[in-house]
Nanobody
């Protein structure tokens, strides 16, 4: 079992920044690939960013490239999502997720554990 707890969501004006954190427990963190997804009202959950177990490799959805950065600190069992230049269309509940099977994962089905979600709202 892996427990995930997100923090850092909130309300920001368009163009602003937020950083999400996700603390993991229950398994050796360096053996888990991590990712961030988001779900806006009335829409399906979508992939935002993923990071490999070691942190060497990352992958981003096209709509966040150049604005968002995923990183991890294996000593602190924490993964981060730095979000810059936020747009109103980035407004959603953001979820962190853990994959115990894949070295890096981009699909919803590749993830085994999910956090409770953090609301991010970018106002225009």
């Amino acid at each position: 079992q892996v427990q995930l707890v997100e923090s850092g969501g909130g309300l920001v004006q368009a163009g602003g920044s937020l950083r999400l954190s996700c603390a993991a427990s229950g398994r050796t963190f360096s053996n888990i690939a991590m990712g961030w997804f988001r779900q806006a009202p009335g829409k399906e959950r979508e992939f935002v960013a993923g990071i490999s177990r070691s942190g060497t490799h990352t992958h981003y959805a096209d709509f966040v490239k150049g604005r968002f950065t995923i990183s991890r600190d294996n000593a602190k069992n924490t993964v981060y999502l730095q979000m810059n230049s936020l747009k109103p269309e980035d407004t959603a509940v953001y979820y962190c997720a853990a994959s115990v099977e894949f070295v890096i994962a981009t699909l919803t089905d590749e993830y085994d554990y999910w956090g409770q979600g953090a609301q991010v709202t970018a106002s225009s």
